[in-house]
T-cell receptor, first 113, second 114 residues
């Protein structure tokens, strides 16, 4: 069975500081991996995804994530936080042969001016 | 381009009342459709998904049901709401069953059961 763990339900960073949101998955076969962002009272928007190929993937709004198979991780980073990055971030996985997403419990990012 | 619509955006209902939330997709044919619930402080839980008209798969036993009367319409219903049905309901769609296909989400419906 798939599971997704997002360490830290709340993360606070200063404006301009590095953003690091952690995601680990549990699966016998490496899944496809996704990061979504949710702004208050809105739906989820795809930030980036990894399916195959280069393990460092770049997404929208300056975010990127690296798939590390040995660590079963897909952490999300951004070099310099902006106030507009304040939102809820969800990591999600899907087995390569499946059609159901498994979401983490989310990490709420606060950016301090 | 494809768009997904959910309504209403917010809803306050008394316990025991019925529920109907609607989701429609435009600009694509035969999408896979999904209903998720996001409870306060928790992640997303898949409730139902549909790969075609009249085809509904339920992921968890619950007080809710789903129907797909048309190709691009997905309805979430309840005959009698419970307090525990409160939450943020999201509809999503994808094309094809390949795992790498992205799911696109609607803006959500916030349901408060009082």
């Amino acid at each position: 069975a798939q599971s997704v763990t997002q360490l830290g339900s709340h993360v606070s960073v200063s404006e301009g500081a590095l953003v690091l949101l952690r995601c680990n998955y549990s699966s016998s076969v490496p899944p496809y991996l996704f990061w979504y962002v949710q702004y208050p009272n809105q739906g989820l928007q795809l930030l980036l995804k990894y399916t195959t190929g280069a393990t460092l993937v770049k997404g929208i709004n300056g975010f990127e994530a690296e798939f590390k198979k040995s660590e079963t991780s897909f952490h999300l980073t951004k070099p310099s936080a902006h106030m507009s990055d304040a939102a809820e971030y969800f990591c999600a996985v899907i087995p390569p042969t499946g059609n159901q997403f498994y979401f983490g419990t989310g990490t709420s990012l606060t950016v301090i001016p | 381009s494809q768009t997904i619509h959910q309504w209403p955006a917010t809803l306050v209902q008394p316990v025991g009342s019925p529920l109907s939330l609607e989701c429609t997709v435009e600009g694509t044919s035969n999408p896979n459709l999904y209903w998720y619930r996001q409870a306060a402080g928790r992640g997303l839980q898949l409730l139902f998904y549909s790969v075609g008209i009249g085809q509904i798969s339920s992921e968890v036993p619950q007080n809710l049901s789903a129907s797909r009367p048309q190709d691009r319409q997905f309805i979430l219903s309840s005959k009698k709401l419970l307090l525990s049905d409160s939450g943020f309901y999201l509809c999503a769609w994808s094309v094809g069953l390949a795992a790498k296909n992205i799911q696109y989400f609607g803006a959500g419906t916030r349901l408060s059961v009082l």
